[in-house]
């Protein structure tokens, strides 16, 4: 799983501005607006998300319609765990444990990227936690990854005492 835009690169500007406008159901086609079509950055960008297979691109007479393919979904779900700043109510968190062999050991470090990248803090190689409500994305992008046999998503209440959260 590759690691995404670059953070500051107008391709992950548009990319922001184009999942912000997507619902629950990204597979849809949307129009996209004469401006982002017509703005040589943003055409250039637009064309740079799909070589990189983050969107498909479709035109129907004088409109360009755009959708995000199940790379750019990935992408988007691993963009809002990462900005997401909302928090669970005091004394809630969200859980990672997760089991990956070696013959996916790709999608591990990945994976553990995304947690790092997230503030997700370990509390030993397999299981991590945070404070910050990413648990339903997070799930969501452990489902688009098909890897819920090896990753588990879990949310509650931390009943020993937290010393170090």
């Known amino acids: 799983m590759p690691r995404g835009l670059g953070k500051s690169s107008p391709a992950q500007k548009l990319f922001s501005d184009l999942i912000s406008t997507f619902d629950a159901v990204p597979e849809r086609w949307k129009p996209i607006p004469d401006t982002a079509r017509r703005d040589t950055p943003r055409r250039r960008a637009l064309a740079a998300l799909a070589r990189q297979a983050f969107v498909e691109t479709r035109r ?12 750019g979904v990935q992408q988007a779900l691993r963009q809002t765990v990462i900005e997401k700043t909302a928090l669970l109510p005091k004394g809630e968190y969200v859980y990672v444990s997760f089991d990956l062999p070696e013959s996916v050991r790709a999608l591990r470090d990945a994976f553990r990227l995304i947690l790092k ?3 997700f803090r370990m509390i030993h190689q397999s299981l991590w936690y945070t404070t ?3 648990g339903t994305e ?6 688009e990854l098909e890897a819920t046999k090896y990753i588990h998503v879990f949310q509650g209440r931390w009943l020993t005492r937290v010393v170090s959260a």
């Open 132 to 134: 910050r409500d990413v």
């Open 60 to 71: 129907d007479g004088e409109t360009l319609y755009i959708r995000l393919t199940q790379k």
């Open 117 to 119: 990248d997230a503030r």
């Open 138 to 143: 997070l799930a969501q992008l452990v489902e």
